[in-house]
């Protein structure tokens, strides 16, 4: 197979997506845009990576979940072989996990398909330009979860041992009742021990106080069914 000629000036992309309709709206919402050439598209893994070492370009937007070869191990391979190629997970995993293990194996970008009508072109752009595009909203998680962390770190030495116990409690699941009875206090004590304990740490919402759980490793034994 011959590279297609690059035109002066334009970003070369190619896709690779075993969704006949996803591969069909992610072309469309690439063509409309005159900087962008679009080389091919791949219905699965192992085309994706033929085309790509084939075609050289600049960008590969390539879904996270493909046959014969996943997103993943694609984006290995593609840093390996052709590390000029800059890697766009396109995805529909919002999970900090997914997003770690896409930027360690070399892609540069990581989208959600929800997003892509939107932000595709712009993440295309941005990484051709040399940059990394993260989704805003895995990017809002992220520094959610870092603040949470940080928060926690912080914590030991700002909360009493009761506030830190009804605290515990709450991220854990259990209702103000059923902690009031473990601590045996009354649910108005619980409620103005938690309310002391979030004003003391900046947490909002029960979410807030789930995500300052985790980072404590308050969820660990409940994760293991302890």
């Known amino acids: 197979m011959t590279s297609t000629p690059a035109v002066e000036g334009r970003i070369r992309v190619a896709l690779a997506d075993d969704h006949p309709v996803v591969l069909a709206g ?3 919402l690439l063509q409309v845009a005159p900087e962008v050439e679009l080389v091919g598209g791949a219905g699965d ?27 993943l191990d694609l984006a ?15 995805t529909v995993h919002e999970d900090r996990a997914y997003v770690q293990q896409l930027l360690d194996a070399g892609a540069k970008g990581y989208l959600l398909k929800r997003s ?25 998680k992220a ?32 209702s103000n009742k059923e902690i009031a009875g473990r601590l045996a206090v009354s649910v108005k004590t619980v409620e103005t021990y938690k309310a002391r304990a ?29």
């Open 198 to 226: 979030s004003d003391k740490l900046g947490l909002h919402s029960r979410a807030e106080i789930v995500r300052y759980g985790a980072a404590k490793g308050w969820l660990a034994g409940l994760a293991e069914g302890g």
């Open 143 to 174: 520094l959610a979860e870092a603040a949470a962390t940080e928060r926690a770190a912080a914590g030991d030495d700002a909360l009493s041992p009761r506030e830190a116990d009804v605290l515990r409690f709450t991220a854990q699941g259990f």
């Open 116 to 140: 892509a009508a939107e932000d595709l072109l712009r993440a295309v752009r941005a990484v051709a330009e040399g940059g990394v595009y993260l989704d805003p909203a895995v990017a809002g």
């Open 45 to 71: 893994g192992e085309a994706a990576l033929r085309l790509i070492l084939a075609e050289r370009p600049d960008v590969a937007v390539v879904d996270v979940s493909m046959p014969r070869l996943g997103g």
């Open 76 to 90: 290995r391979r593609l840093a390996a072989e052709v590390p000029g190629v800059r890697v766009i997970a396109l």
């Open 26 to 28: 992610v072309k469309a």
